[in-house]
């Protein structure tokens, strides 16, 4: 027998309200993350264990992370951004520094300001992502923004001084600040963090900017450093983790409000803690190491420090000014917002 017209017009009824469901609930979905370091890299062993955490239980496991750590989706971090504006990966990590004609005012949390910690940086960048940053992340959904404290100098000789500086090779923390380390009366050498080691070791370069994880493994500075300086101008690295927009609006309602929910401050924060607390646990882990044995530590005096500061001023006018050349007029403004 056929149903009744009215018979299947409910039945239609019916399956076109459980296909509607169905579209706005969650199938499984996998996404792959791109990162140029190693496993055990705190990025992989705790930012993206916790994201990947809150992902599967936020979805009752339909919503999980795959890491190709160490390059497996690219070698090196120069390409990240690419990588996910192409969607080689669903979501890539990376340095705003290696492609700063799209980051410049992003960038302008990397000279020495008001912050001494990467959650202080990274509090100052949120405060300000709205009104100074925003267009800068148009072409994908940008999950977090944060930074790392570059605070000490990791060097094959005594740099405590201005004095002891002049003429010395020292690798800026990002080309930008090549005009303070030029204040300092150092040498500028561009160089990435995974050359660094060797270039110490060669005597290539004679001082960088370093945090403390930098000192201990896997980068082992103290292995290539005779002395590590303390109470120098705070620089920072600045990072983001972004996903393909694309990939993005493929996601069901149900997981985009998940990935809604985690992005942002919370997943900002989360980066910025996960440097704190690895340059903590390595801070902790020097206090007792044999390889510090040779290391001398060495705390710039104020004296000193005030003279380093009005080095870093006369800096910022130089980049100030390049911004100025490149048709970025408010490079200060952003900069003063960021430090206020």
Aim: aromatic share 10%; net charge negative.
């Amino acid at each position: 027998m056929r149903p009744s017209f009215n018979l299947a017009s409910r039945l239609g009824a019916a399956a076109l309200a459980i296909s509607a469901f169905f579209a706005g609930h969650a199938g499984a979905e996998e996404l792959s993350v791109a990162n140029f370091v190693p496993p055990q890299h705190h990025t992989n062993a705790v930012l993206f264990k916790w994201f990947g955490d809150e992902l599967a239980k936020r979805s009752d496991g339909s919503l999980t992370l795959k890491v190709y750590p160490a390059g497996q989706l690219g070698a090196g971090p120069v390409q990240q951004y690419k990588r996910v504006v192409e969607g080689v990966a669903d979501i890539t990590f990376g340095l705003q520094a290696y492609t700063p004609t799209i980051f410049p005012k992003s960038m302008l949390i990397i000279p020495p300001g008001k912050s001494t910690t990467a959650k202080e940086a990274t509090e100052r960048l949120l405060a300000v992502y709205e009104d100074h940053l925003a267009d800068e992340y148009n072409d994908v959904k940008l999950l977090g923004i944060f930074t790392t404290a570059g605070n000490i100098w990791a060097a094959t000789s005594d740099v405590s001084s201005m004095a002891a500086l002049e003429g010395k090779k020292m690798v800026p923390y990002a080309a930008m600040t090549t005009p303070i380390v030029e204040a300092l009366g150092a040498v500028p050498v561009q160089m990435p963090v995974t050359e660094m080691y060797t270039g110490l070791s060669t005597g290539t370069i004679d001082s960088t900017t370093a945090t403390y994880n930098n000192i201990t493994a896997p980068w082992n500075f103290w292995d290539v450093s005779s002395h590590l300086v303390t109470n120098v101008p705070v620089q920072f690295a600045v990072f983001f983790v972004a996903m393909n927009k694309e990939r993005y609006m493929e996601l069901s309602d149900e997981h985009r409000a998940i990935i809604d929910e985690l992005s942002g401050e919370i997943f900002s924060l989360q980066g910025a803690a996960s440097f704190d607390g690895a340059d903590a646990k390595s801070f902790e882990i020097m206090q007792s190491a044999p390889q510090m044995a040779k290391v001398e530590q060495i705390k710039v005096s104020n004296e000193e420090r005030a003279k380093m500061d009005a080095a870093v001023a006369e800096g910022l006018n130089v980049i100030f000014k390049d911004y100025e050349a490149r048709g970025i007029s408010n490079a200060r403004e952003v900069y003063e917002a960021i430090n206020q």
